[in-house]
């Protein structure tokens, strides 16, 4: 059985920071190109950043670009994302998945081709 567990949201203020992590089980990690995707209030699901399964392709969605850093652990298969400078707008439910990929460098940032989703965690940051 595939799980994806999201852990490490919570409250925070502007400008804080915060760790995401995406524990994974029950699938080869290291041959699924891994996402974090997120939704508002109010809004459609959105891509946020994306990674290859060998790390080294990474997308960021433009408003995250400088702020939020995607990595991955395939020893531990677990992927993290470092969000950093949090802004108000950046509050929502965070997502992670997993899109089982032939190509090591392949990081897709349609979330329709990811196969496996977590339960999310919420984010949300005070102004």
């Known amino acids: 059985q595939v799980q994806l567990v999201e852990s490490g949201g919570g409250l925070v203020q502007t400008g804080g920071s915060l760790r995401l992590s995406c524990a994974t089980s029950?699938?080869?990690?290291?041959?699924?190109?891994m996402g974090w995707f997120r939704q508002a209030p109010g809004k459609e699901r959105e891509f946020v950043a994306v990674i290859s399964r060998n790390a080294a392709n990474t997308h960021y969605e433009d408003s995250v670009k400088g702020r939020f850093t995607i990595s991955r652990d395939n020893a531990k298969n677990t992927m993290y994302l470092q969000m950093n400078s949090l802004k108000p707008e950046d509050t929502a439910v965070y997502y992670c998945a997993a899109d089982f990929q032939g190509s090591p460098y392949i990081a897709p940032i349609v979330e329709s081709l990811y196969d496996y989703w977590g339960q999310g965690t919420q984010v949300t940051v005070s102004s």
């Open positions: 029950g699938l080869r990690f290291s041959m699924y190109a």
